[in-house]
């Protein structure tokens, strides 16, 4: 089983690279883009797990490893 982690700045946290995205598009002519939030994506291959034992460790992981909580959130899927 796979867990897809996403780890992103939270909406009221500036994102300079996303702005600097956002504009570096704009020059190529995506006008209609308005605004690009950048994150991190993880994959994780987990074996002898539940499913819910999974989520929990996974949570964990999240929560103390690979996203800062006081400027970051996170939610995941887990993928049999």
């Not at 702005?19 to 598009?25: D, S, V």
């Not at 020059?27 to 994150?39: A, E, I, M, N, T």
């Not at 539940?50 to 460790?57: H, L, M, V, W």
């Amino acid at each position: 089983m796979k867990a897809n982690i996403w780890v992103m700045l939270k909406p009221t946290v500036l994102d300079p690279q996303g702005q600097a995205i956002q504009h570096a598009l704009a020059s190529f002519g995506y006008r209609s883009v308005k605004d690009v939030r950048q994150g991190k994506f993880f994959v994780m291959e987990l074996n002898g797990l539940s499913r819910e034992e999974a989520e929990k460790q996974v949570e964990r992981i999240s929560r103390e490893v690979l996203a800062n909580p006081v400027i970051e959130q996170f939610r995941f899927e887990i993928v049999d």
